[in-house]
């Protein structure tokens, strides 16, 4: 009640549908020079959390998931077909995309307006690069996506960089979800985020996974892992260490294995 109060508007858990059992990305042994190995079969419509304390390796798998940094070892699998590639720009379009954490050095483009930020990359929205649209049409290919993430103010037009950071990540998300894309590794999501806008991108995952996507958290928020994982993977110096299932999955057991503070075995990840 408390929270509804501060943020002017009632906000409602997350109520996340159970997956389905259709295997949608598999990874065996796969890792990269200083991270996993991992073995986990993601289901289609399951959100999955790679969780840890800050470098503990979450984030180099995420990464190399997507594309960032090359896997070095083990393989990757979508909806059965193994996959080859070393770029993000390949990854999605495999079907595979990804949001960074750090949203002012590798997101947003500084000075430039919400429409463009939203269209910044061509490819991503079924063009190429050199075939602009014209900035009328840009504007009102915009407001659509603005209403159904919730962006606020509603101007296509101003610079992005003066939202809040809350309605930066709805954009960045938008660019992403506006699509279909059968994998997002989404790192750090609500990172800098206030409650309210919190509560507004967890929506956004429910509709997505809803609609068949698989999202992959890379987070060091175990609140955000407890509210929103179906599974977690929690790594410890770069191995993962445990799979999580969602009845165990709670805040005081997912810091106990981060922290490495209950003995357990390093299977590699297996589930």
């Not at 997956?19 to 990305?25: C, I």
């Not at 050095?105 to 061509?122: C, Q, W």
């Amino acid at each position: 009640e408390l929270v509804s109060l501060i943020v002017g508007k009632e906000i409602l858990d997350t109520e996340f549908a159970t997956p389905t059992k259709n295997v949608q990305l598999s990874l065996n042994e796969f890792g990269t020079h200083s991270a996993g190995p991992l073995t986990l079969d993601i289901f289609k419509g399951e959100v999955i959390a790679l969780c840890g304390l800050r470098g503990a390796g979450q984030d180099e798998i995420g990464r190399a998931i997507a594309g960032v940094v090359p896997a070095t070892r083990g393989s990757i699998s979508l909806t059965g077909n193994i996959l080859n590639y070393r770029k993000v720009s390949e990854a999605v379009r495999l079907g595979i995309g990804f949001s960074t954490s750090n949203r002012e050095t590798e997101a947003i483009a500084a000075g430039m307006s919400v429409k463009e930020n939203l269209f910044l990359n061509p490819l991503l929205w079924g063009r190429r690069f050199f075939s602009p649209i014209s900035s009328k049409k840009e504007r009102s290919l915009t407001f659509p996506h603005l209403d159904k993430f919730g962006v606020r103010p509603r101007d296509p037009d101003l610079s992005l960089d003066t939202f809040s950071g809350g309605n930066q990540q709805k954009v960045i998300l938008a660019r992403w979800f506006g699509l279909s894309f059968n994998v997002m590794v989404l790192e750090e999501p609500t990172m800098g985020v206030d409650i309210g806008a919190k509560a507004d991108i967890y929506g956004l995952f429910k509709n997505v996974t809803e609609a068949g996507t698989s999202l992959i958290i890379v987070s060091t928020d175990m609140e955000e892992v407890v509210r929103v994982a179906n599974r977690a993977v929690v790594f410890f110096q770069g191995k993962p260490v445990k799979i999580v299932e969602k009845s165990d999955i709670t805040f005081n057991n997912l810091i106990s294995i981060a922290s490495n503070l209950v003995p357990m075995a390093t299977s590699g990840g297996h589930n």
